[in-house]
């Protein structure tokens, strides 16, 4: 499960892909306030790396993304290797807030 925790409001997200609709998003919080992200339980699912290139795009005054990748679950769809590439590509991703910070924490 992912939690994303905003500035005004917390999210809960679980790990199935129609839960998440952009649509959805951008009706029911207020991005343009949004200025942390912590996303806890990251296991490189395509649907995981869909939220945070969402946030990415959408949240203008986004100032830190925390983004903690699980460890410790055997249930994960990426090896170590894997991650790391999801992790470039997402650093490198186009942003809405020219001073957010992404770190990339592991669960132990």
Avoid: W
């Amino acid at each position: 499960m992912i939690i994303v925790k905003g500035k005004y409001e917390d999210y809960e997200y679980t790990n199935q892909v129609e839960l998440f609709e952009e649509e959805d998003m951008m009706s029911n919080c207020k991005l343009s306030h949004l200025k942390l992200v912590e996303i806890q339980g990251f296991r490189g699912y395509e649907n995981e790396v869909k939220l945070v290139k969402f946030f990415l795009e959408n949240a203008t005054v986004l100032e830190q993304m925390f983004i903690m990748v699980s460890n410790s679950d055997k249930r994960s769809c990426v090896d170590n290797q894997e991650m790391m590439k999801i992790g470039r590509k997402l650093l490198r991703h186009p942003r809405a807030s020219s001073s957010v910070g992404i770190l990339f924490l592991q669960d132990l």
